[in-house]
């Protein structure tokens, strides 16, 4: 099985800045599909971006376009998000996932996540 781990959480200031990375051990990182999503307390978990297995697509849910930029590094099996211009509902615990099909785009097609990572938006 794959393992995930997430880090680059933290707290910043509205209009701030954070960078997140998780890097994965097992699985088959190079031919998945891998996005990020999150949840915010009492609500459920959310798609945030994904990543095609080669970089060479993304996607984004609507709240994220322009702000926040999905990478990965094939060949240190590591995913990134760059995230900018952050608002205080972007709080929430971030995720790195696998995708269970090339593609997904929603929270409920994502598996494996790792612990997540904290990220906190003050106004």
């Known amino acids: 099985q794959v393992q995930l781990v997430e880090s680059g959480g933290g707290l910043v200031q509205a209009g701030g800045s954070l960078r997140l990375s998780c890097s994965a051990s097992?699985?088959?990182?190079?031919?998945?599909?891998m996005g990020w999503l999150r949840q915010a307390p009492g609500k459920e978990r959310e798609f945030v971006a994904a990543?095609?297995?080669?970089?060479?697509?993304?996607s984004y849910a609507d709240f994220a376009k322009g702000r926040f930029t999905i990478s990965r590094d094939i060949a240190k099996n590591t995913v990134y998000m760059q995230m900018s211009s952050l608002k205080p509902e972007d709080t929430a615990v971030y995720y790195c996932a696998v995708a269970t099909f090339r593609g997904a785009n929603r929270a409920r097609d994502f598996r494996s996540w790792g612990q997540g990572t904290q990220v906190t938006v003050s106004s």
């Open positions: 990543i095609r297995w080669n970089g060479a697509l993304t």
């Open positions: 097992g699985g088959t990182f190079s031919r998945d599909d």
